[in-house]
């Protein structure tokens, strides 16, 4: 059985750094790549940050790029997602979630596999 836990939100203010963690467990041999997808209230998902597993090319929104760091530790099988310069904007439950197919930063849609999300609020 496929299992993504994830932790590491909480509230910070803007301008704050947070680290958010995702393990994953199960069959994970057919995992292409993994990522985070945020979902404001009122809002569609909205894929961020990606790592493809065997080569390590990241991608990234452009409304996070420079601000956040997607990384992965194989041995742990697990993955991160480094915050930082938070803005209220970035105000979400954030998903971890794996796929099998795709390709750059691939869109929401394109996931097989989701862990239960991580509430990151930030205020201003």
């Known amino acids: 059985q496929v299992q993504l836990v994830e932790s590491g939100g909480g509230s910070v203010q803007t301008g704050g750094s947070l680290r958010l963690s995702c393990e994953g467990s199960g069959d994970m041999d057919s995992w292409l790549f993994m990522g985070w997808v945020r979902q404001a209230s009122g809002k569609e998902r909205e894929a961020v940050a990606a790592?493809?597993?065997?080569?390590?090319?990241?991608y990234y929104d452009n409304s996070v790029k420079g601000r956040f760091t997607i990384s992965q530790d194989k041995v742990k099988n697990t993955v991160y997602l480094q915050m930082n310069s938070l803005k209220p904007e970035d105000t979400a439950m954030y998903y971890c979630?794996?796929?099998?197919?795709?390709?750059?930063?691939?869109?929401?849609?394109?996931?097989?596999?989701w862990g239960q999300g991580t509430q990151v609020t930030v205020s201003s």
């Open positions: 979630a794996a796929g099998r197919s795709g390709f750059g930063l691939p869109h929401s849609s394109q996931y097989d596999y």
């Open positions: 790592i493809w597993i065997r080569s390590g090319n990241t």
